[in-house]
């Protein structure tokens, strides 16, 4: 394994001028005899020595998901506070895939330990297995958050750039899907015309595909889809625990599109939960997912 | 403290009155809660001469409140002719309200620390409180924060056309966003129950009803309010067909599966009623009747959040607790008043007795409590046809069940009543 | 409810106007209220009976200025006239002349009581004629009065002293602001029975009292007055008039019972109610009643049958539940009408009923007599209530100002203090009887 070379940024970048960055270069790809970057990805960490956490947007992050006002930080809050961290290395000049039109596959997250809201925190991202997909390339960001002497969430979020092949493009692969049967519903969301607006307007993350169906046609979509990670959050809301650890999944399958209803399904297994959710109009898949509370270990020094 | 202690001594139920129950946006469609309530109470003074009495407590709720009615029972309260030295307390546990008013209260009796008492419940879906928008909250909370001009300015700017339109309250459980109905719907299609079962359940209460109202059955347990003297809801010639007939109304995303439809579902409905609990001592100074003792009670919730069980699955948990507590089995009851939140409800919770798996995997019972003997249930109607108002059910269901056990002169009665966030209250109820 | 019309033609200038107008002025009654003078005078007792000074005795004992002849007095409450022991009519004319002479000297609101003996077929033909004469005399007197005074008699039955205990009771009542809209009638006393109240305010005092019929209107004011009265009240009218019924009830800190009448069961659950609830059942008063008016050429069997069935056979039937229970001194006093006695168009099966109820009290007296008890019956006139308010106001003036001589129609407590005085055990001399409460009206004279 090659050692990464770390990048201390003084602060968090702003999401912003990132998709800004973005933009511009899918705009510079889109030009003629525009030159691809080779596809390898940088061998490089980008790192943030204290990552802020606004109790205010804890505070207004809770409400939106219907959870409970706690000074805990949620674990998709926390993915949301160091994600401008995590599109810092995706928009690096020699970052190989184009980040606009990038694809959110999944999350896995190791939420280590409770997270108080007023933990030193810093964070480390990185990008790492690079690898071919059936519709393109996929590639794993990992940031891992710390309080300076141990890792207490750990997330590794994979992405796809559809139709970007590393080398040349595989045979058409045609994989038996199976068909999706919704379980039987536990949970209905109604999600409102303005969910993105209200999710970007907490975690700041103003991508146009989540924020009106006007900003989503300009980048090819119907409407606006929700964020994948505002139903995460939703999915996580009340049913993690509060005072241990635990691990958690998420799948995304078909975008959900503002507004619509999603019905959601629960279900309790041996060592946590499991998850699902799907279009209540279309029955199409939206999402799945888990959650694992983390076996207590006796070493854990209290 | 033991030295002192008294011994725990029955609690009676000495009688009920209650307003008849009118679908919603019918007639009580401008009363209030405090005003049904108020008729509620005033109709048992009445029927039983408690006026001037100062009454150990009277505990009471309601589901849908305004917030000006933080006291609503005590408002109540001070609008009859009880001594205004009456205590009275709200309670709120949804649809067990009524219940969990009744049974705290019984319990106070046996201990010995009250001798008479009140419980009971009211609701109004037609009168029923509309908030202002959470921005537009928001917005109101800072603005009578600020302390000049500008920032109050500054409030006033954030208010955007969308947070002008009231929040109405929603039947729907917070946490899932899924109405009772539709929660329902889930645990019917689990339980296999079928559209016809439910329809035949739906036509029992309502011809079970009117054949009490026929007999008088209702001539002291109900006192007319405005203009109303028998509960709206009750379709007397109601028929199989004309239930067969309805289009379904909760689990449409269940498509042709769909079993629970208007008639066998209870509408919004709205009125109040009122318990008149007391000790023996109580009754027999005051030359009141004694119509049941009331033994028992117990409270159980479920994890519907999270799919482990149905909604209004609760009273089956705590009938089986109960149960054991008395060293009873299901069978031992002469009557079973199951509330009707939905036909749905009722035959599921009772299948579920009577399947071993559930009672061995979720009651941890070695053999399933059983099944009852179907001619004991709801005999004289139930929430199907004389309608649900929250609160008010629990009272309703402890009058009709005493009433009933007293004209028998002996047995026992099981009440079991389901509610939201999962929960049910039962209790039994024993003839004297 | 205000009559605007009495009101007016009694006060300041419409009073002047409507007097010199030649309107009819009624007066406003001098009703009952507790502590009030029992007469807005002295009273001048009348008559060479033997029994007066005896009278005069127990007036005095009532707080009353009892005067023998009205020389000196400008103002007098009330004029007894003693002529229970005239033998020819001839005899009359003193007493009554003397009468007539201390008339324009009667204070508004003042009383003419005659005590006589009951005119019997057996009797001598001179005293049957001067009996039966003051019957026409004394109502007579009653259509000449003004301001609000009466005039009433109290028939003794053969053997029955003027001091029988409801002699005085029935005084008592007629001098009292409780009779107010009774003038013109008289009461037979037929036995020596009863007893005087400890305290003419509290004549009800220890009783228990069913009033049907009591969720509005006349049965109302029963309750409230048996209640002011002493009484422990239970109320009583069909489920469907519970909300009202409830509201009476907490009024007279009395008990409700919803059951209808007509129920085979009425009689029964009556007593269990109150014996079980209050100890005893001492008082039944018969007010609940309907109306289904119809010219008999237009007249349906619907509307025939149940006004039979709630206005006289539901008596008929709770009052065998009564009499096999064998309550003790049980009084029942029952609601007729001056229709049931003289006929009222559109009222053929109302009257048949009220009528009904004439021929049921009298013929029920003995049964209840023999467990110690009576029967009797007060038959309203124009009475005012919920039900006469929806009468058009012309025609509603005129009936109440043309037909009875105190020129108004009466209110549901004028029924009321009349039921409570036959309810009372004072009034357990009085039995079979019918008192009419119509401010003598002409309807049945």
């Known amino acids: 394994m090659i050692a990464r070379t770390r990048v201390v940024l003084d602060a968090a970048p702003s999401l912003g001028s990132l998709y800004a960055k973005a933009t511009g270069a899918r705009l510079r790809q889109m030009l003629p005899d525009a030159k691809r970057e080779a596809l390898d990805l940088p061998h490089v960490e980008h790192q943030l020595a204290h990552v802020p956490v606004d109790p205010a947007k804890l505070v207004a992050y809770q409400r939106l998901m219907g959870d409970t006002v706690r000074d805990t930080l949620p674990s998709v809050f926390v993915h949301g506070l160091v994600f401008p961290l995590a599109m810092s290395v995706m928009v690096r000049d020699d970052f190989p895939l184009p980040l606009l039109g990038m694809v959110h596959l999944s999350n896995q997250v190791n939420h280590v330990a409770s997270i108080p809201v007023d933990a030193t925190l810093g964070a480390i991202a990185w990008a790492e297995s690079m690898r071919g997909h059936r519709a393109g390339t996929a590639v794993d960001v990992i940031v891992e958050v710390t309080d300076g002497t141990r890792v207490l969430w750990r997330g590794v979020s994979t992405y796809l750039a559809r139709g970007v092949w590393l080398g040349s493009k595989p045979g058409s692969q045609t994989e038996a899907r199976t068909p999706f049967v919704a379980p039987a519903r536990t949970g209905s969301w109604k999600l409102a015309a303005d969910t993105g607006r209200a999710y970007a307007a907490v975690m700041g993350d103003y991508n146009p595909i989540h924020l009106s169906a006007f900003s989503a046609k300009a980048l090819g979509l119907q409407r606006a889809i929700a964020h994948g990670m505002y139903m995460a959050g939703r999915a996580l809301a009340g049913a993690t625990p509060q005072s241990t650890g635990y691990d958690w999944e998420i799948e995304f399958a078909t975008p959900a599109f503002l507004p619509s209803s999603v019905d959601v399904a629960f279900e309790d297994k041996a060592d946590g939960m499991s998850f699902s959710g799907w279009g209540a109009r279309s029955g199409k898949p939206h999402f799945s997912g888990s959650i694992t509370v983390a076996p207590r270990t006796s070493a854990s020094g209290e | 403290m033991s030295d002192t202690q008294q011994p725990i001594r029955p609690a009676v139920v000495i009688g009920g009155n209650r307003i008849p129950f009118a679908r919603s946006n019918g007639p009580y469609s401008k009363a209030s809660n405090q005003d049904m309530l108020t008729a509620a109470l005033d109709g048992l003074v009445a029927r039983f001469g408690l006026q001037g009495q100062r009454l150990g407590g009277v505990a009471a709720g309601a589901v849908l409140k305004h917030s000006k009615d933080f006291n609503l029972v005590r408002e109540s309260v001070l609008g009859t002719s009880l001594s205004a030295q009456t205590p009275a307390y709200d309670v709120q546990m949804a649809c067990a309200t009524g219940m969990e008013a009744i049974g705290s209260l019984a319990n106070k009796i046996k201990l010995g620390q009250i001798d008479s008492a009140i419980g009971g419940g009211v609701d109004t879906t037609s009168d029923a409180p509309i908030a202002v928008s959470e921005g537009l909250r928001s917005v109101l909370m800072d603005l009578s924060r600020a302390r000049s001009t500008s920032p109050k300015l500054k409030a006033i700017s954030r208010i955007r056309p969308r947070d002008l339109a009231p929040n109405a309250p929603g039947t729907g459980e917070p946490r899932t966003g899924l109405s009772m109905g539709d929660h329902q719907a889930i645990t019917t299609k689990a339980w296999k129950i079928s559209r016809e079962a439910q329809d035949e359940l739906a036509l029992a209460s309502h011809k079970n009803l009117a054949a009490a109202y026929e007999r008088n059955f209702f001539d002291d347990l109900i006192t007319p309010f405005a203009g109303v003297s028998k509960d709206t809801n009750l379709r007397a010639d109601s028929t199989i067909e004309k239930l067969a007939s309805l289009k379904p109304a909760f689990g449409k995303n269940l498509g042709a599966e769909a079993t629970m439809t208007a008639g066998n579902s209870t509408p919004l409905t709205d009125g109040a009623s009122a318990v008149l609990l007391g000790s023996e001592d109580y009754a027999r100074e005051h030359d009141l009747p004694m119509l049941a003792n009331f033994v028992d009670f117990e409270a159980a919730a479920v994890d519907f959040v999270h799919g482990a069980d149905g909604l209004l699955m609760a009273p089956a948990y705590a009938v089986a607790r109960m149960l054991k507590r008395n060293n009873l089995t299901l069978q031992d009851f002469d009557f079973y008043e199951i509330h009707e939140a939905f036909a749905g409800t009722v035959l599921s919770t009772l299948a579920a007795w009577d399947d071993p798996e559930f009672c061995k995997n979720k009651l941890g019972l070695e053999a399933p409590l059983g099944a009852i003997d179907r001619s004991k249930l709801n005999v004289n109607g139930s929430s199907l046809a004389a309608g649900h108002p929250f609160a008010a059910t629990g009272g309703r269901l402890v009058a009709t069940l005493a009433k009933m056990l007293h004209e028998k002169g002996s047995g026992r009665g099981l009440i079991s009543v389901c509610a939201a966030g999962g929960q049910g209250v039962v209790a039994i109820l024993e003839a004297r | ?445």
Not at chain 3, 48 to 71: E, M
Not at chain 3, 311 to 335: C, D
Not at chain 3, 339 to 352: D, E, K, V
């Open chain 3, 1 to 445: 409810m205000a009559d605007k019309y009495l009101e007016l033609v009694n006060s300041g200038l419409t009073k002047k106007l409507a007097t010199s107008l030649g309107l009819p002025r009624p007066s406003i009654l001098r009703r009952y209220a507790p502590g009030e003078a029992l007469l807005p005078g002295p009273v001048l007792l009348l008559g060479d009976s033997s029994s007066a000074q005896q009278l005069a005795d127990t007036l005095l004992g009532w707080g009353l200025d009892v005067r023998r002849h009205a020389v000196g007095v400008n103002r007098l409450g009330g004029i007894v006239l003693m002529l229970d022991e005239l033998e020819a009519p001839a005899e009359l004319s003193a007493p009554m002349l003397a009468a007539g002479a201390a008339l324009r000297q009667l204070a508004p609101g003042g009383r003419v009581v005659s005590l006589s003996r009951e005119a019997l077929d057996t009797d001598a033909p001179a005293v049957a004629a001067v009996r039966q004469g003051i019957d026409g005399a004394m109502r007579s007197v009653g259509r000449e009065l003004r301001g609000g005074a009466t005039a009433n008699g109290i028939v003794l039955g053969h053997g029955v002293s003027p001091s029988a205990p409801s002699a005085l009771a029935a005084l008592h009542f007629f001098f009292s602001g409780r009779s107010a809209y009774v003038d013109g009638q008289f009461l037979s006393v037929d036995s020596a029975d009863g007893t005087l109240p400890a305290d003419f305010s509290q004549p009800l005092a220890g009783k228990v009292a069913v009033v049907t019929g009591a969720a509005r209107g006349i049965g109302a004011a029963i309750a409230q007055t048996l209640h002011r009265d002493g009484a422990t009240v239970v109320v009583v009218d069909v489920p469907g008039a519970g909300d009202a019924l409830a509201k009476v009830a907490n009024k007279v800190s009395g008990t409700a019972l919803q059951v209808d009448v007509t129920r085979p069961d009425a009689g029964a659950k009556i007593i269990e109610h109150a014996v079980a609830r209050h100890g005893s059942l001492d008082i039944v008063i018969h007010n609940a009643g309907i109306t289904r008016d119809k010219l008999l050429a237009n007249m349906d069997a619907r509307r025939w049958d149940s006004v039979i069935a709630v206005n006289i056979s539901s008596q008929l039937a709770m009052n065998e539940a009564f009499l096999a229970a064998e309550l003790p001194g049980l009084r029942i006093v029952s609601l007729a009408s001056t229709s049931g006695i003289a006929g009222n168009r559109g009222q053929t099966n109302y009257a048949a009923s009220k009528g009904g109820v004439i021929g049921m009290v009298r013929a029920s007296a003995a049964s209840f007599a023999a467990a110690g008890g009576g029967i009797n019956a007060v038959a309203p006139g124009f009475i005012e209530t919920e039900m006469t308010a929806k009468i058009p106001v012309a025609t509603r003036t005129v009936a109440r100002m043309l037909m009875p001589s105190l020129m108004q129609g009466g209110l549901p407590v004028d029924v009321a203090e009349a039921i409570g005085f036959l309810a009372s055990d004072a009034a357990a001399g009085i039995n079979g009887r019918t008192l009419r409460v119509c401010g003598q009206s002409l309807v049945g004279a």
